[in-house]
């Protein structure tokens, strides 16, 4: 057990931090909003330099071979700096489902190309009646030939607007709900019957609602229809990364929060100083620490090869960053009074940020739920 | 950073629970399980088959019967004896008056003291709270006046846990009263066998002894008693405090009520179904671990942090520790009176020689008092609004 980051990941870590620095004040990421994609494409560009977008791929499809522990290190860092570029959607859970369920020829076309910043991807899963369960899937795939022929809608696919391929969970077999009968599959973005109408998020993000109506050319990644345990997989690692994400998000509300309760004068002194707010600065650290360490924990275990022990892990993190991140957040706008409920005041970005983060991938209700039928932890 | 724990760490991890399961008698070890007195006897018993092993004193320094373990060690140490059901080596000996004496003791106090700590020949009890210094402990009364050889002790404590059993009690008095009420203050080591001391019992709400009232009346206590220097006790009772860091979230004690939550929980029906079953339980459970895990790897932080900090400097994250550790027990606590139900009403105190079954389901009788007792967790070594006040100081610099 040791939490020091090695010599690698702190040299990761000071050059994301710098990057988030130089590059990601509240200022400049306005400009990035206003951009045309609603992201910056510069921005893209210097990941790409970095190695950031093919940290976590393997050294001979262009990447650096990162551990979840890099991931973790990059996200937290996007958290601080609420960043807008879709590294989640295409590194994340695309490069995730590119790694995990796709053949070494797929791989060796589509990793390097991501890592170079050339191929952007998005995961077109969420159905309007199937909330966070994985295996409700209504949307259908058929055979035409070489390929496939995709049929459903999907929504809330994030950056679903700007990926150029997408990864979409169709049918192939099977009832709605069944574990079997789930397939994933590649189809260009831009695929005749495929319609995308892209929207922005609460957070400033981007996503998407996409039809597919005898949308042919797609091609299946691993054996069709037998698609989920990877997805849940590479789901289960997004978590975690998110939950790392959120650890950024709230440590960065708890210190501009801080930093508020130090200079904000009022009765002729800090408020800082009065105690009934010094407690709650101190609950807030605390649910952020809490956060941090779940956060952790969803890293170690996000790997895990046993799916159940890896679900528990994973379903526990995600209650604790839901639970502490509505806290960090309500409060951190609560204890800035009005400047916190202003557009122009960086502290409601976060919350809002944090408050999408606890609706990806299941809220911390579903996520209580989970584990508490799976046993819970001890 | 790798976060999973070396071979010789699980190795070291099992061999603790093999001799922790093994060792102590399983009749001491269920009492602790199901929440039953323990007598004097069990507490020094078990202590002395840790001392045995020289494991009643990880934390002292190895020349005084210390081990050299790591970090990791020590936390698997006490998470494994915790969830054993072990008792705990009397913290006042072990974590309080036996590092101090160890750290600020002269030889002559070391050689005295320190060996008859370690095997609970002597049990020592703690004489820091007053009537009128609860929180604000520095402002406490108990005057001990220099005679010659010896201190004359005038003043009262309060909260004087198991002072019943006490053979030693380790006291701050004021011993320069016109000094800053810090400043004024020694750590002297009493007898409680001297003439003048009284001690009378206070009944908790749980209606259970462990804390009471101890009265000093002109005793006399040889100088040589004294600890360190005179009027620098403030400093050894920072560092006392300071040193209880790792435990104080007892995450292994709360583990193993969980599953002893669970097991129970498992047997009792509500209708037709174990309570286990039951959605909102479970998911009123899982919130409780959810939270210990994520205590549990704070604590590990923690710990692995403690390595880089200077002795007596405790990492002040160990405040978020006792905050978060209190109210994951006292809701523990809570779940359990839940599991008992409406047999948690039944009022049965532990008797001698009582031979009727208990009423109602295994543990009922307990559950009610413990969860009362506990009340105390957030209260005690610093009340969570003390812990607060710390870290808005010490972390958050307000």
Same mark, same amino acid.
């Given at each position: 057990m040791d939490f020091d980051l090695t010599d690698e990941q702190r040299l990761l870590k000071d050059s994301v931090d710098r990057l988030i620095a130089d590059r990601y004040g509240f200022e400049q990421r306005k400009k990035y909003l206003a951009e045309p994609d609603g992201w910056s494409r510069d921005a893209w560009a210097q990941y790409a330099e970095l190695g950031l977008l093919g940290l976590p791929f393997a050294e001979e499809h262009g990447g650096f071979g990162g551990s979840t522990v890099e991931t973790m290190i990059v996200m937290e860092?996007?958290?601080r700096g609420l960043i807008l570029e879709p590294y989640f959607a295409t590194v994340v859970l695309g490069g995730g489902l590119i790694r995990r369920a796709a053949s070494p020829a797929q791989q060796a076309e589509l990793l390097p190309r991501i890592a170079q910043g050339q191929v952007k991807l998005a995961f077109a899963h969420l159905e309007r009646h199937s909330r966070w369960n994985l295996a409700d899937v209504a949307a259908t795939a058929r055979q035409d030939g070489a390929t496939w022929v995709l049929d459903g809608a999907k929504g809330v696919v994030l950056h679903g607007d700007c990926a150029d391929r997408l990864l979409v969970t169709a049918r192939v077999a099977g009832a709605r709900q069944d574990r079997d009968g789930v397939g994933l599959f590649l189809i260009d973005a831009v695929a005749p019957g495929v319609t995308r109408r892209g929207y922005p998020t609460q957070d400033g993000l981007r996503a998407a609602e996409i039809e597919f109506a005898g949308a042919g050319g797609a091609v299946p990644l691993g054996e069709p229809g037998q698609a989920l345990s990877a997805i849940e997989l590479v789901v289960d690692e997004a978590i975690a990364a998110l939950c790392a994400e959120a650890v950024g998000v709230m440590a960065a509300m708890q210190e501009i929060t801080l930093d508020y309760l130090k200079t904000r004068q009022q009765f002729g002194r800090p408020i800082g100083q009065f105690q009934a707010l010094q407690h709650r600065a101190v609950d807030l650290l605390t649910a952020v620490e809490q956060a941090r360490s779940m956060a952790l924990f969803a890293t170690m275990m996000s790997g895990h090869s046993d799916p159940t022990e890896r679900r528990r892990a994973i379903s526990a993190a995600k209650v604790q960053i839901g639970r502490s991140g509505r806290h960090v957040g309500q409060e951190a706008i609560q204890l800035h009074g009005g400047i916190g409920m202003t557009m122009e005041y960086k502290v409601g970005h976060y919350f809002k940020r944090m408050t999408m983060i606890d609706q990806m991938f299941g809220d911390a209700d579903h996520h209580l739920g989970t584990l508490a039928r799976l046993g819970g932890l001890f | 950073m790798d976060l999973t724990f070396t071979q010789e760490e699980f190795a070291f991890r099992d061999e603790a629970r093999r001799f922790f399961r093994t060792e102590i008698p399983e009749r001491i070890r269920n009492k602790v399980a199901t929440g039953e007195h323990l007598s004097k006897d069990d507490i020094i018993a078990s202590q002395r088959i840790l001392n045995a092993r020289g494991w009643a004193t990880p934390n002292w320094?190895?020349?005084?019967?210390?081990? +050299?373990?790591?970090?990791? *060690?020590v936390y698997m140490y006490q998470d494994e004896m915790q969830q054993a059901h072990v008792p705990s080596p009397i913290g006042f000996n072990i974590t309080m008056v036996g590092p101090v004496i160890a750290e600020f003791g002269n030889d002559e106090q070391k050689r005295r003291f320190l060996p008859r700590a370690a095997n609970a020949d002597d049990f020592w009890c703690q004489g820091f709270s007053e009537p009128g210094s609860g929180s604000d402990l520095a402002s406490l009364r108990t005057r001990a006046e220099r005679r010659g050889?010896?201190?004359?002790?005038?003043?009262?404590?309060?909260?004087?846990?198991?002072?019943?059993?006490?053979?030693?009690?380790?006291?701050?008095?004021?011993?320069? +009263?016109?000094?800053?009420? *810090?400043?004024?203050?020694?750590?002297?080591?009493?007898?409680?066998?001297t003439p003048g001391i009284t001690v009378r019992p206070i009944v908790t709400i749980d209606g259970g002894r462990e804390v009471n009232e101890v009265f000093f009346d002109d005793v006399v206590v040889p100088a040589e008693n004294l600890v360190g220097q005179e009027n620098k006790g403030w400093d050894y009772a920072k560092f006392l405090l300071g040193n209880e860091r790792t435990g104080i979230a007892r995450v292994g004690a709360s583990k193993a009520r969980i599953a002893r939550i669970k097991q129970l929980a498992a047997l009792e029906r509500i209708g037709d179904q174990p309570l286990i079953e039951d959605a909102r339980f479970r998911e009123k459970l899982a919130e409780v671990e959810v939270e210990l895990k994520a205590l549990e790897?704070?604590?590990?932080?923690?710990v692995a942090d403690e390595r880089k900090r200077a002795k007596g400097k405790p990492n002040p994250a160990s405040s978020i520790l006792k905050l978060k550790g209190t109210v994951i027990q006292q809701r523990l606590t809570e779940l359990m009176m839940e599991v008992v139900g409406p047999y948690v009403m039944p009022y049965q105190p532990p008797e001698e020689g009582q031979n009727e079954p208990a009423i109602g389901p295994d543990c009922a009788a307990a559950a009610g008092p413990t969860y009362f007792n506990y009340r105390k967790v957030s209260i005690?070594?610093?009340s969570n609004e003390i812990q607060r006040n710390i870290i808005a100081k010490a972390i958050l610099g307000l």
């Open positions: 860092a996007f958290g | 320094p190895v020349e005084w019967g210390g081990q +050299p373990w790591s970090p990791v *060690q050889d010896t201190y004359v002790v005038n003043g009262q404590k309060i909260w004087t846990t198991l002072a019943q059993y006490a053979d030693w009690i380790f006291c701050l008095v004021r011993t320069d +009263p016109a000094a800053k009420k *810090q400043e004024g203050i020694s750590f002297l080591l009493i007898d409680m066998k790897m704070t604590q590990l932080r923690v005690y070594g610093g």
